[in-house]
C-alpha cells in the first residue's frame, strides 16, 4: 500500500530552522516525483518543491530559493526538507506528495500529484 507519512513539524522561533521528514512505503521514492506542499488557512496551496528522477537537480518555488533544501535517503526511501530563515508567514500545515510520473516527466510537467501524506503543522511563533 502506498503511504506518506510526514513528520518533523512543531514549534519554531522566527529565523529559526527546521527539517521536515517525508517516510514513503509501498514504493520507491527514487522512482517517483516527491514534491513537497504546504496550506495556511484561507490560502492557496504552495508547492515549495519537488525532486524527480527526471530533473538533473530540485526544483524550488521562487520564493523558496536560498531557504529551502531538498535531500533524500534512498536507503531509507525518506525525502528531507530542510527550511531556514521561517517567518510567521510559514505558519501551515506542510504535505509532501509523490507522483507515479516522475520517472517519465520534469515536475514542472506534473500538475497533479498522486498520493499525499496526512501533513505536518508548522507553527512559526515566539
Known amino acids: 500500500q502506498v503511504q506518506l507519512v510526514e513528520s518533523g513539524g512543531g514549534l519554531v522561533q522566527p529565523g529559526g530552522s527546521l527539517r521536515l521528514s517525508c517516510v514513503a512505503s509501498?514504493?520507491?521514492?527514487?522512482?517517483?516525483?516527491i514534491a513537497w506542499f504546504r496550506q495556511a488557512p484561507g490560502k492557496a496551496r504552495e508547492r515549495i518543491l519537488c525532486?524527480?528522477?527526471?530533473?538533473?537537480?530540485?526544483h524550488y518555488g521562487d520564493s523558496w530559493k536560498g531557504r529551502a533544501t531538498a535531500s533524500r535517503d534512498s536507503a531509507e526511501n525518506t525525502v528531507y526538507l530542510q527550511m531556514n530563515s521561517l517567518t510567521s508567514e510559514d505558519t501551515a500545515v506542510y504535505y509532501c506528495?509523490?507522483?507515479?510520473?516522475?520517472?517519465?516527466?520534469?515536475?514542472?510537467?506534473?500538475?497533479?500529484?498522486?498520493?499525499w501524506g496526512q501533513g505536518t503543522q508548522v507553527t512559526v511563533s515566539s
Open positions: 525532486i524527480s528522477p527526471n530533473d538533473k537537480t530540485p
Open positions: 509501498g514504493f520507491s521514492a527514487d522512482a517517483y516525483a
Open positions: 506528495a509523490a507522483s507515479r510520473y516522475g520517472w517519465v516527466a520534469t515536475c514542472d510537467a506534473i500538475a497533479e500529484f498522486d498520493y
